[in-house]
């Protein structure tokens, strides 16, 4: 994610005036021209009220899913706010401040007790869903009990099942009485306020609090898995129809009252997003302005980004912002020989980080070196190479025969190497790393899996990992909030770690789930920031992850689309529950 705030101190605005969106004066078209290369990291670009158009939108793949109870891309969650309202959300700012929180359906933070277990929020008045009927506490609630049952719905984040006082409860399709009684973690002693009850305390569960978990949810339009086809909107955006692998579309909702959300425009009548395009033919659209952008949001693909920058008329329309996401290569110690971990530091050593970087398209377009988790956007990153790659980072070939030898396979071994099928760079990368890996002996076939289900039944799901051998599994990771903890708990703790739908694709180590635990409930930020380098350190001293990349995406944007920014809030992506078009 992802997805994909910190504990660290943030602004909680309690409002969020439009003009801080650049929104231009009396409708004008805002016809400024002022697109420069990474103008978009610090202001919108084009700035405009005016509305109509069609915002065109593509995918490369298909989603995840639009259902808020079973997403976890963070181009997903960025897209969900142009149809769904959450209790709080990112400020829809550029630059730093687009890392604060501010109020959406609820009227301000949470208010909490003394030993941060419960937390207490009040709705908006006025808030309605697409067909006009108000919006309930119990909704929220009723997505919240939804979003726990991971059977139905494996691929979400675990925030609210790992840290809800339970009590055994698993799913509103076992409860008889769903959205009435229900989860008992979660009291709405009236249709304006919803309190939250956890098991252990938590500082910053505001953050918890802009998950697409507290999308409601009107228990009588729910159909379970087949939610998908119609999600009821409370946004400034409805879907006319929606085709799971080929396109949908969303056309305005009349019962959006902006006057309830200061933090969103509704400016194109209709958003059209087409599924499954090829990417390179992706990128030639947006290029020839026959696309408005990349809804990924991951930058454009090698041949683009080669001819972006080398034209300064294309360059000026495009970004390349540091975001907290990192590309690695998750190391499946369930996986024979990679339950030795002598086996796993061989992969550390012998991979050629420079290749891989050159595979994503370079440090402009792909990103910067790794050699650790925590990028230098989280709090409390420290600059530390466990396994140092050799002279221009090609890869230490001694030092990883050394470990192969210490693993008992001295001639190397055979594995498997997966990648998403729609993503051209991770395909590449994982080429990449295939070429190094065999210089000392390790065989890595690379199989490619659709990014829709990847995570779902693939890569995600443990039990097919170990029974395919899936040793290697090719992996970006960006923060749901920029911290520590939205960051690492996801990919690093054991406890997380389900049937399918997986983001933690083999880190089990005990030691890592104490300074996990420890970092959470730590108040001071110094202190806390300091536990979790500790987290990253022993994950890389136990080399269940590969770091290569800090990412960089080569955004293009072309020049007919308004109000272009990038929300660091919102992983590096284009914010797109601000974007106009000509």
Same mark, same amino acid.
């Given at each position: 994610?992802?997805?994909?705030?910190?504990?660290?101190?943030?602004?909680?605005?309690?409002?969020?005036?439009?003009?801080?969106?650049?929104?231009?004066?009396?409708?004008?078209?805002?016809?400024?021209?002022?697109?420069?290369?990474?103008?978009?990291?610090?202001?919108?670009?084009?700035?405009?009220?005016?509305?109509?158009?069609?915002?065109?939108?593509?995918?490369?793949?298909?989603?995840?899913?639009?259902?808020?109870?079973?997403?976890?891309?963070?181009?997903?969650?960025?897209?969900?706010?142009?149809?769904?309202?959450?209790?709080?959300?990112?400020?829809?700012?550029?630059?730093?401040?687009?890392?604060?929180?501010?109020?959406?359906?609820?009227?301000?933070?949470?208010?909490?007790?003394?030993?941060?277990?419960?937390?207490?929020?009040?709705?908006?008045?006025?808030?309605?869903?697409?067909?006009?009927?108000?919006?309930?506490?119990?909704?929220?609630?009723?997505?919240?009990?939804?979003?726990?049952?991971?059977?139905?719905?494996?691929?979400?984040?675990?925030?609210?099942?790992?840290?809800?006082?339970?009590?055994?409860?698993?799913?509103?399709?076992?409860?008889? &009485? !769903? @959205? #009435?009684?229900?989860?008992?973690?979660?009291? +709405?002693?009236? *249709?304006?306020?919803?309190?939250?009850?956890? $098991?252990?305390?938590?500082?910053?569960?505001?953050?918890?609090?802009?998950?697409?978990?507290?999308?409601?949810?009107?228990?009588?339009?729910?159909?379970?898995?087949?939610?998908?086809?119609?999600?009821?909107?409370?946004?400034?955006?409805?879907?006319?129809?929606? &085709? !799971? @692998? #080929?396109?949908?579309?969303?056309?305005?909702? +009349?019962?959006? *009252?902006?006057?309830?959300?200061?933090?969103? $425009?509704?400016?194109?009548?209709?958003?059209?997003?087409?599924?499954?395009?090829?990417?390179?033919?992706?990128?030639?659209?947006?290029?020839?302005?026959?696309?408005?952008?990349?809804?990924?949001?991951?930058?454009?693909?090698?041949?683009?980004?080669?001819?972006?920058?080398?034209?300064?008329?294309?360059?000026?329309?495009?970004?390349?912002?540091?975001?907290?996401?990192?590309?690695?290569?998750?190391?499946?110690?369930?996986?024979?020989?990679?339950?030795?971990?002598?086996?796993?530091?061989?992969?550390?050593?012998?991979?050629?980080?420079?290749?891989?970087?050159?595979?994503?398209?370079?440090?402009?377009?792909?990103?910067?070196?790794?050699?650790?988790?925590?990028?230098?956007?989280?709090?409390?990153?420290?600059?530390?190479?466990?396994?140092?790659?050799?002279?221009?980072?090609?890869?230490?070939?001694?030092?990883?025969?050394?470990?192969?030898?210490?693993?008992?396979?001295?001639?190397?071994?055979?594995?498997?190497?997966?990648?998403?099928?729609?993503?051209?760079?991770?395909?590449?990368?994982?080429?990449?790393?295939?070429?190094?890996?065999?210089?000392?002996?390790?065989?890595?076939?690379?199989?490619?899996?659709?990014?829709?289900?990847?995570?779902?039944?693939?890569?995600?799901?443990?039990?097919?990992?170990?029974?395919?051998?899936?040793?290697?599994?090719?992996?970006?990771?960006?923060?749901?909030?920029?911290?520590?903890?939205?960051?690492?708990?996801?990919?690093?703790?054991?406890?997380?770690?389900?049937?399918?739908?997986?983001?933690?694709?083999?880190?089990?180590?005990?030691?890592?789930?104490?300074?996990?635990?420890?970092?959470?409930?730590?108040?001071?930020?110094?202190?806390?920031?300091?536990?979790?380098?500790?987290?990253?350190?022993?994950?890389?001293?136990?080399?269940?992850?590969?770091?290569?990349?800090?990412?960089?995406?080569?955004?293009?944007?072309?020049?007919?689309?308004?109000?272009?920014?990038?929300?660091?809030?919102?992983?590096?992506?284009?914010?797109?529950?601000?974007?106009?078009?000509?």
């Amino acid at each position: 994610m992802r997805r994909s705030i910190p504990l660290v101190a943030t602004g909680l605005a309690a409002t969020l005036a439009l003009a801080a969106c650049g929104g231009g004066s009396g409708g004008s078209g805002g016809t400024s021209g002022d697109g420069t290369f990474n103008a978009a990291l610090t202001k919108p670009v084009n700035a405009s009220t005016k509305t109509g158009g069609t915002l065109r939108l593509a995918n490369s793949g298909d989603w995840d899913n639009v259902d808020p109870a079973d997403t976890y891309y963070a181009y997903s969650w960025d897209f969900a706010r142009l149809y769904g309202r959450t209790l709080m959300m990112f400020k829809s700012v550029p630059g730093k401040e687009g890392t604060d929180l501010t109020p959406d359906l609820a009227q301000g933070p949470g208010q909490h007790s003394a030993d941060l277990k419960t937390w207490t929020y009040k709705l908006k008045p006025g808030i309605k869903y697409e067909d006009g009927t108000p919006v309930r506490a119990q909704d929220i609630k009723y997505d919240v009990e939804r979003t726990l049952d991971k059977k139905v719905f494996p691929n979400g984040p675990t925030y609210f099942n790992d840290y809800l006082d339970l009590q055994g409860y698993t799913s509103p399709y076992a409860d008889k &009485t !769903p @959205g #009435k009684l229900g989860l008992k973690a979660v009291e +709405t002693p009236d *249709d304006q306020t919803i309190i939250f009850h956890l $098991k252990k305390p938590f500082a910053a569960f505001d953050y918890f609090a802009m998950l697409p978990s507290t999308m409601p949810v009107p228990p009588a339009k729910d159909t379970g898995a087949n939610y998908k086809q119609h999600v009821v909107a409370t946004g400034p955006y409805k879907f006319e129809n929606y &085709t !799971p @692998g #080929k396109s949908m579309t969303l056309v305005r909702n +009349t019962n959006w *009252d902006p006057a309830t959300d200061p933090n969103r $425009k509704q400016l194109p009548d209709r958003i059209e997003v087409q599924l499954g395009i090829n990417a390179d033919d992706l990128d030639n659209r947006l290029i020839n302005g026959s696309l408005d952008s990349d809804v990924v949001g991951t930058g454009v693909q090698a041949a683009a980004a080669a001819k972006i920058q080398s034209q300064p008329r294309l360059k000026k329309n495009a970004d390349s912002a540091p975001t907290a996401r990192l590309w690695y290569t998750a190391i499946s110690g369930d996986v024979a020989p990679f339950d030795n971990v002598h086996c796993r530091r061989a992969v550390e050593y012998a991979a050629d980080k420079q290749a891989m970087q050159t595979a994503f398209g370079g440090p402009l377009s792909g990103g910067d070196i790794a050699t650790h988790l925590l990028m230098p956007l989280i709090p409390g990153s420290k600059d530390i190479n466990p396994y140092p790659s050799g002279a221009g980072n090609h890869g230490d070939i001694a030092k990883a025969k050394q470990e192969l030898a210490a693993c008992g396979k001295p001639n190397g071994f055979k594995t498997v190497l997966t990648a998403r099928t729609e993503r051209t760079k991770e395909v590449n990368g994982a080429l990449a790393l295939q070429q190094s890996l065999a210089k000392v002996g390790i065989q890595a076939e690379i199989k490619k899996f659709p990014q829709g289900d990847y995570f779902k039944l693939y890569a995600g799901k443990p039990e097919y990992v170990k029974k395919n051998g899936l040793g290697l599994i090719m992996m970006a990771w960006g923060a749901d909030w920029p911290e520590g903890f939205g960051y690492l708990s996801q990919i690093v703790d054991s406890r997380v770690i389900r049937d399918a739908g997986n983001t933690n694709l083999g880190v089990k180590d005990p030691e890592v789930d104490k300074l996990v635990d420890k970092a959470a409930t730590t108040a001071d930020a110094t202190a806390r920031n300091d536990l979790w380098a500790q987290v990253d350190a022993k994950v890389m001293d136990d080399a269940y992850i590969m770091p290569f990349l800090d990412v960089k995406g080569l955004l293009y944007r072309p020049p007919g689309v308004k109000n272009v920014f990038v929300n660091q809030g919102l992983n590096g992506l284009y914010d797109y529950a601000q974007m106009g078009v000509k």
